[in-house]
């Protein structure tokens, strides 16, 4: 282990690690199959297998165990609110330790399974190339984290107020991105007005409703109360 990745963690580590437990029983177990031979029932462990053994079998084992803990890093940075950049060295660690581990208990099943139960009778595979090979791919990624995360920022387009500068003076002046979007946005709010109306015109409703306050409005009395005379007797 790199002592500056030591010298350098977080308290993000720990729940990284645990993480990491699973993956790691996960693999146990199915190294497990190829131990009691019911991984590849009837085939002997030599030649061809012993080259998947050790090779598409064990890569696709790293590649989980580093995807797990670098994806683990993230989410428990950005749910906590901080820099994933500043822990990416604890999942770099967090993967070396379990890829040791496994790659020391995939040694001692091929010693096991290549002896056919005498393990002493064939020498044990040294795995301190194939370790450093993968130490350094997790090490990559973890600058290629770093490197991703401190890239800076695109700077935000900042719009003044139009209460502070006037209306037109912000159509004049601002962006030309912002048309991208605001025209649009205004020729589909001219639309939906254009739209409710039409439709408010068409609805029976409404067209109920204008009728009856219409007739309400425009019919008036059309005459006046007779007033009954008196009729004068006339005297002959």
């Not at 729940?15 to 029932?41: A, C, H, M």
């Not at 085939?43 to 297998?49: I, M």
């Not at 090779?55 to 993230?74: C, D, S």
């Not at 002046?173 to 739209?195: A, K, Q, R």
């Amino acid at each position: 282990m790199s002592k500056n990745i030591k010298n350098n963690m977080t308290p993000i580590l720990p729940f990284i690690q645990d993480r990491l437990k699973s993956v790691e029983k996960e693999i146990n177990d199915d190294l497990f199959l190829w131990l009691s031979g019911k991984k590849y029932p009837g085939l002997q462990f030599d030649g061809s297998l012993v080259l998947v053994y050790w090779g598409p079998y064990l890569e696709g084992h790293i590649n989980k165990i580093i995807e797990t803990a670098f994806t683990a890093n993230r989410e428990l940075a950005f749910e906590h609110d901080l820099d994933p950049a500043k822990s990416a060295n604890d999942a770099s660690l967090a993967s070396q330790e379990i890829v040791e581990h496994i790659l020391t208990k995939m040694a001692d099943y091929d010693q096991r399974m290549r002896g056919k139960g005498y393990p002493n009778s064939v020498v044990k595979k040294n795995i301190t190339e194939t370790q450093q090979r993968y130490f350094k791919i997790i090490q990559v990624r973890a600058e290629n984290e770093i490197a991703f995360f401190n890239m800076p920022k695109k700077n935000t387009i900042k719009l003044p107020l139009t209460a502070e500068y006037g209306f037109w003076w912000f159509i004049k002046n601002c962006h030309w991105s912002v048309y991208l979007w605001l025209i649009p946005l205004l020729f589909s709010l001219l639309i939906g007005v254009f739209s409710l109306g039409f439709g408010a015109a068409r609805n029976d409703t409404f067209v109920k409703l204008y009728d009856i306050l219409h007739s309400a409005t425009s019919t008036q009395p059309t005459t006046t109360p007779t007033v009954p005379q008196n009729k004068k007797a006339t005297v002959k």
